[in-house]
């Protein structure tokens, strides 16, 4: 147990984290003579440490596309680029299926902790069992047994949920970094002013002078590689909404403009890693997390019952003088005697006619 506990420390500490500079102190044995013949105070020389910006997507990517042993084996795949591949083997060579595996922020360091965890027991102590009817080749075989590995297990969900929360903290020191750097340069996508300050600064121009509006800098993270990406599109003179491709720059531009298509689409996945909201649940997407935010309407919503207000037992007011009554039937009685037997059911007008009528009328 004490193995993998260690295993799982190191699994879920995997995120390399910012290193820091020592001060440095200037080594002196001799002291400076003021103009007065007096001895001079020593001071330590410290040097300003030199802010070490985090890790970009690249970087990130590489981490985790790194050569690990199969669970179950001695064959060695990258969890990143050959993430189907070692799926598949599993399957087919062991029979294992990895539930949500999409929702693993690190596939290296899952992979690394269960390879201890298998172990110190048989799979049915962690994996659920299911049997099949068929063979991973597909051939008919009665009752085949399959192992699931999933978060039903809690020492499973405990894992995926460290290895986001590290992820998490990684994502947000980067933002950090991205909101206080004050070196940002580079020039506009689509004027020839160089953008200098803060990334803020940048996203705040090109919403104020071209209409292109990307959202806040806080609900954002590698904005550098955000915008790369979208000036490698507006090179190849692809739509940014639509992705259809145009023959010259001009007709682009107006097919942006015409369209309203001067924005990222939200159904465009590959987007979705420059969005802080895509870390904050596992496996959750943006839309998901607005989907609970809002929230499904529920019986006392569909009533509408938070609509009423005191306004709705005010008293019913005469067209003609200032006499008030709360039901409407004794109103009509008061304008039938002081008004020359008036009400509105006798000029027999529509509902909206008679709407229209007390509009003007008053």
């Known amino acids: 147990m004490l193995g993998a506990l260690a295993a799982l420390d190191a699994g879920v500490s995997d995120v390399e984290e910012t290193e820091t500079e020592s001060t440095i102190f200037a080594d002196t044995s001799t002291c400076a003579m003021d103009l007065e013949g007096s001895m001079g105070m020593l001071v330590p020389l410290s040097f300003p440490q030199k802010q ?6 690249k970087e990130l990517f590489e981490d985790d596309d790194v050569a690990v042993e199969c669970l179950l084996c001695k064959l060695e795949f990258k969890m990143e680029s050959e993430q189907k591949m070692f799926l598949k083997h599993l399957f087919t060579d062991h029979r294992l299926v990895i539930g949500d595996v999409n929702q693993v922020a690190s596939l290296k360091s899952y992979v690394k902790f269960w390879k201890a965890r298998f172990q110190s027991g048989p799979l049915e102590e962690f994996c659920s069992v299911m049997k099949m009817d068929t063979t991973p080749d597909g051939k008919y075989s009665k009752d085949e047994v399959y192992f699931m590995l999933s978060d039903i297990l809690p020492e499973d969900k405990q894992l995926r949920e460290g290895l986001q929360r590290k992820r998490l903290n990684v994502i947000l020191e980067r933002q950090k970094f991205e909101r206080e750097d004050m070196t940002y340069s580079q020039d506009c996508l689509f004027c020839r002013k160089k953008l200098e300050g803060t990334r803020a600064d940048a996203l705040e121009h090109l919403a104020e ?16 590689e955000l915008l790369e990406q979208i000036h490698l599109r507006l090179q190849n003179l692809r ?43 596992i496996g ?39 006499h008030q009554s709360k039901h409407l039937h004794a109103l009509n009685c008061h304008s039938q005697v002081q008004h020359n037997g008036f009400t509105l059911d006798n000029l027999n007008l529509s509902f909206y006619l008679q709407v229209s009528w007390i509009t003007r009328l008053t």
């Not at 959202?215 to 904005?223: A, E, K, M, P, T």
């Not at 940014?240 to 465009?268: D, G, T, V």
Request: hydrophobic share 30%.
């Open 52 to 57: 070490k910006a985090p890790k970009n997507t």
């Open 209 to 224: 002078y071209h209409n292109f509006n990307l959202g806040r800098s806080d609900n954002l993270v590698f904005i550098d």
């Open 239 to 281: 739509c940014l909404f639509c992705n259809n491709q145009f023959y010259e720059k001009r007709a682009l531009s107006e097919h942006m403009r015409k369209k309203q298509h001067k924005c990222i689409n939200p159904e465009h996945t590959e987007m979705d890693k420059y969005f802080i909201v895509n870390y904050l649940e």
């Open 284 to 322: 959750k997407s943006w839309k998901e997390v607005e989907e609970e935010q809002d929230g499904p309407l529920g019986p006392e919503d569909e009533s509408w019952s938070d609509w009423c207000d005191d306004e709705a037992e005010s008293p019913l007011v005469c067209l003609f003088c200032d």
